[in-house]
């Protein structure tokens, strides 16, 4: 199924990617550096890493320049110590006309015990350029599972509800 949030983007012929397509993944060991007062990783620095992961991610859907338009509420869930290893997975979850959603999954990991814990979802915005700097039309997303579609009409409410506040704002 081919999906876009813009209807006029619907009733014309475009070019539509699958949404496997587009996945990115980052692997960054948590030094001294990145770390807070607390000895865990800043919450900046986590961001810093979503934004380059879901980057990715949209270059790979687009295949042109991209910039982060915004970002949705990001929740810290558990602190990532020095020494431990931060797991980002990014993923091309919806597309208007010329906007490309990801979403980013961060898990931390203990690399001696091996553990997996889940620290943050993070929802970034980006919009691709043309070669004057203007917002250039995005590929359609395809879903190919019951799973990919319900992300992409969650992807479309996200989208409304964002729109609805950039315009309250
Ligand atoms: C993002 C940017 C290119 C949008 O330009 P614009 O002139 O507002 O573009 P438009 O109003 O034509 O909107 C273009 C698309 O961007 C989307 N958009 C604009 N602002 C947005 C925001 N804050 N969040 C999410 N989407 C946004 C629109 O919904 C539209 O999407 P659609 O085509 O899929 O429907 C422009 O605001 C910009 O350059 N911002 C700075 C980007 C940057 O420097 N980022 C680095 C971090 S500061």
Redesign the pocket.
């Known amino acids: 199924m081919t999906a876009d ?2 209807t006029d983007a619907n009733t014309t012929p475009r070019d539509a990617r699958p949404m496997s397509g587009s996945q990115a993944s980052m692997t960054e060991i948590v030094m001294p550096n990145d770390a807070n007062p607390h000895g865990s990783v800043s919450g900046g620095r986590v961001l810093h890493l979503i ?1 380059i992961c879901a980057a990715v991610a949209a270059l790979r859907h687009a295949r042109r320049p991209v ?4 970002f949705d509420d990001v929740a810290f869930l558990a602190p990532v110590p020095i020494g431990h290893v931060l797991l980002l997975d990014g993923q091309v979850t919806g ?6 959603e990801v979403r980013v999954a961060v898990r931390g990991e203990n690399p001696v015990t091996g553990d997996l814990r889940h620290t943050t979802t993070a929802y970034v ?3 691709a ?1 043309d070669d004057a ?3 250039a ?2 590929p359609g997303l395809v879903a190919s599972t019951p799973d990919e579609e319900a992300t992409l009409e969650r992807a479309r409410q996200r ?1 409304s509800a ?2 609805d506040r ?1 315009h309250r704002d």
Request: zero cysteines.
């Open positions: 949030f813009d934004d910039v982060t338009a915004s597309v208007g006309r010329t906007s490309i915005t980006f919009v350029l700097g203007r917002p039309t995005v989208r964002r729109l950039i």
